[in-house]
C-alpha cells in the first residue's frame, strides 16, 4: 500500500488532543508546569510550529547527518588528526565538552516536559523531535570524547563534569537547574529556546566550529555543525511562545528573556569569549568575540525583541560596554585560578597575540595588559607562587562567577540585597535586579565561598577545594605552554609593544 | 580571637577576595592582608606606598581594631593606596 504523504494527514494529527473525563485539565496540566497562568486555554490554539516535520522525515534526515558525523570521525581517527592539535586548541574541546555536554541532557529533560506538559498539543508533538535532537548531542559529544579518552583524560569530565562540585560547571548548572530543569513550559521556551538556543548558541556552535575548522580540529567543528543545524530548527519553537504571551502578559515575556539574556551572556562570555580570543591560535581567528557577537547576536536579538514588540532590556548600555571587557576579566581569573580547571588555559598574551587583543579592543592594554604585566614579571622571576592563587574570589550569588568579572577592574562595584536577613553579592547591578525581581527564587543557595565559609569543605584551604571540585592532579590545569610565552618579555623590545 | 571571613577588594584589581582576618587584628594588618592578594601578584608595588581602609564608605583608621568594628560575615572591605 502507498504511504500517504505528510501534507495528507499532517493537519488532522499535529493538534492530537481529546477531553479529559478522569481527571481535572488543572490536575493534568498544572499551571505550574505548563507556565500557563494569565493566558487563557483557547488562546494556545493560535500556537503554531514554526516547521513541519513528521517522524519519517525526521529520522530520514538525522539519518543522513548521522552518517555525516560517523564519516568525517572514522576518517579522522585513521588520520591521527587530535594527536597533532595545537594543545591550545585541544584545549578548547575538553572545557567545551566538560561544559556543555550535560546540558544537553538537561535539555532532554526540558523537551520531555514540553512534550508531557506544554499548553499546546502543536507544541507537545514537535518537542519530542527537539528531545531527539538533544539525546543525539549529548551522544554525540560523549562518543566523541569517548574515541579522545585514550589521548587525554579531561575528556572523562565529558560525563563526569556535572557531577562533580567545579566552581565553573557549578556556574552553569546554577542556570540550567533554573531555566532547564525548574521553569514551567511557557517561562523554559522564551529563556531556552529563544534566548539561549536561538541567541547564543551560534556563538559556541558557528563561530567555534569556524575558528577550530581553521585551527585543523576537523571533527570538533563538524561535530558542532552537526549540532548547530538541530539547535536553529528546534530554537524556533520559542517564537509562538513568545507571540502568544505577548498577547496577554507582556511584561512577563520581557522579564524572562532580560533575565536569562543577561544570564546566558555571563555564561558565554566565560565559554566562548576565552577561547575565541585567547585559545584558538591568533592567525586562525576569524573574528574577535565581540565583533560576532555584535553581527550574530546583538542584531539578531534587537530584531527579534522588535519584531514582537519588546523592548531592549534597560541594561542595554551596559550590556554593550561589558562586550569590550567581560570575557577578558574571566579568562584572566581562569588563567590565574588555573589548578581549579580541568583544561589547561593558554594565557594567550604573548606579544603577537597582545597587539592582536588590542587592535580590536582599544583599551585592552590599560585595562588587562597592566595586570598580565605583573604576571609576567613573576613568571620571569621565578616567582610562581605570587602567580597561583591563595583564597578564593568573591563569588555572585546570582550567577555564580567572580565578583568584577562582567565589565573591568575600574567598573567593579560593590552590589548587594539583603533578604530575610542574609547580604546577598552580585557581579553587578544587572544580576542584582534579576535577584530583586525574585528574591525567593534565588535566596538560600550556597555558592562556593558560602559554602567554604559555612565548613562544608574541608580542610578549608585551597587543597580542600580543589578535592571538594573533584581535581585530581592529571586533569589539574596549568599554562598550556609551560609558560614559554612569557620569556619574550625578558627582551628589552618587549616594553616597546 | 576569631577568625571573621570578609569579601576584600583592593581598589584597581580586578575582583575582590575572601580573606579570614582576625578579631585582633588592626585595620593596617587588614589592610596587608587584603593587598596580598593583588599587590605584586597583578598589581605592580608603589614605592613608599601605604594602604588606607574604607568600610560602608567610611575611611578607618589604621590603628582601629577588626574587635571595635560591627562587620558581619562577608562584610565588604576596601583597600586602596592612601591619597
Given amino acids: 500500500m502507498r504511504l500517504l504523504s505528510r501534507d495528507d494527514w499532517y493537519e488532522i494529527s499535529h493538534d492530537l488532543d481529546w477531553t479529559l473525563s478522569y481527571v481535572e485539565e488543572s490536575d493534568a496540566f498544572p499551571a505550574e508546569w505548563t507556565g500557563s497562568s494569565g493566558v487563557p486555554k483557547a488562546a494556545w490554539q493560535a500556537w503554531e510550529e514554526p516547521f513541519r516535520v513528521s517522524y519519517r522525515d525526521y529520522v530520514a534526515v538525522q539519518r543522513e547527518k548521522e552518517a555525516g558525523v560517523a564519516g568525517v570521525r572514522d576518517a579522522l581517527k585513521r588520520a591521527h588528526i587530535y594527536e597533532h592539535l595545537d594543545p591550545a586548541v585541544a584545549a578548547i574541546s575538553h572545557f567545551h565538552m566538560g561544559a556543555l555536554c550535560m546540558v544537553e541532557q538537561m535539555a532532554v529533560t526540558m523537551l520531555g516536559r514540553f512534550a508531557r506538559f506544554a499548553p499546546s498539543p502543536r507544541w507537545r508533538n514537535i518537542s519530542v523531535f527537539g528531545m531527539l535532537d538533544e539525546l543525539r548531542h549529548a551522544q554525540l559529544q560523549l562518543s566523541f570524547s569517548h574515541d579522545l579518552l585514550k589521548h587525554d583524560p579531561r575528556f572523562d569530565w565529558c560525563q563526569k563534569a556535572f557531577h562533580t562540585n567545579e566552581w565553573g560547571i557549578l556556574a552553569i548548572r546554577n542556570f540550567c537547574d533554573d531555566w532547564l530543569l525548574n521553569a514551567n513550559c511557557v517561562d523554559a521556551a522564551l529563556a531556552v529556546h529563544l534566548t539561549l538556543e536561538h541567541g547564543f548558541t551560534n556563538m559556541q556552535f558557528v563561530a567555534l566550529a569556524a575558528d577550530a575548522m581553521e585551527a585543523g580540529d576537523i571533527g570538533f567543528s563538524n561535530l558542532l555543525s552537526s549540532i548547530q543545524t538541530d539547535e536553529a530548527r528546534h530554537a524556533q519553537q520559542g517564537f509562538p511562545t513568545l507571540e502568544i504571551l505577548m498577547k496577554h502578559d507582556s511584561q512577563r515575556a520581557q522579564r524572562v528573556i532580560d533575565v536569562s539574556f543577561w544570564r546566558a551572556f555571563r555564561l558565554f562570555q566565560a565559554m566562548t569569549g576565552t577561547a575565541m580570543d585567547y585559545y584558538t591560535p591568533v592567525d586562525k581567528r576569524k573574528m574577535s568575540f565581540k565583533e560576532f557577537m555584535l553581527e550574530w547576536v546583538v542584531d539578531q536579538h534587537e530584531r527579534t525583541l522588535r519584531d514582537y514588540g519588546l523592548q531592549r532590556p534597560w541594561y542595554w548600555e551596559t550590556f554593550l560596554k561589558c562586550l569590550d571587557h567581560g570575557h577578558h576579566a574571566l579568562h584572566l581569573g581562569m588563567w590565574f585560578w588555573r589548578p581549579t580547571l580541568f583544561w589547561k588555559p593558554n594565557a594567550g598574551v604573548s606579544r603577537a597575540e597582545r597587539q592582536w587583543l588590542n587592535s580590536k579592543y582599544p583599551d585592552w592594554e590599560e585595562s588587562w595588559g597592566v595586570l598580565w604585566d605583573e604576571i609576567i614579571r613573576n613568571i620571569n622571576n621565578g616567582d610562581m607562587a605570587k602567580t597561583l592563587p591563595d583564597t578564593l574570589p568573591a563569588l555572585c550569588n546570582l550567577t555564580q562567577l567572580p565578583i568584577g568579572t562582567h565589565w573591568d577592574r575600574h567598573h567593579l562595584e560593590r552590589c548587594e540585597s539583603t533578604y530575610n536577613g542574609r547580604t546577598y553579592y552580585f557581579d553587578s547591578d544587572v544580576s542584582k535586579w534579576c535577584f530583586d525581581l525574585e528574591p525567593a527564587r534565588y535566596a538560600g543557595h550556597l555558592n562556593v565561598v558560602d559554602r567554604f565559609v559555612a565548613g562544608l569543605i574541608q580542610p578549608p584551604n585551597l587543597a580542600g577545594a580543589l578535592a571538594w571540585m573533584s581535581i585530581t592532579p592529571e586533569v589539574m590545569g596549568d599554562d598550556v605552554y609551560d609558560y614559554r610565552w612569557a620569556a619574550e618579555f625578558n627582551r628589552p623590545a618587549a616594553r616597546d609593544t | ?83
Fill in chain 2, 1 to 83: 580571637m576569631v577568625m571573621v571571613p570578609i569579601y576584600g577588594r583592593f581598589i584597581g584589581d580586578f575582583t575582590a577576595h575572601l580573606v579570614a582576618v582576625d578579631t585582633e587584628d588592626t585595620i593596617a594588618d587588614v589592610a596587608a592582608k587584603i593587598a596580598a592578594h593583588s599587590v605584586c601578584r597583578r598589581l605592580p608595588a608603589q614605592s613608599a606606598g601605604s594602604y588606607e581602609v574604607l568600610i560602608d564608605g567610611r575611611l578607618i583608621p589604621p590603628e582601629v581594631r577588626v574587635t571595635q568594628l560591627s562587620l558581619r560575615p562577608l562584610h565588604w572591605i576596601d583597600v586602596r593606596w592612601k591619597r
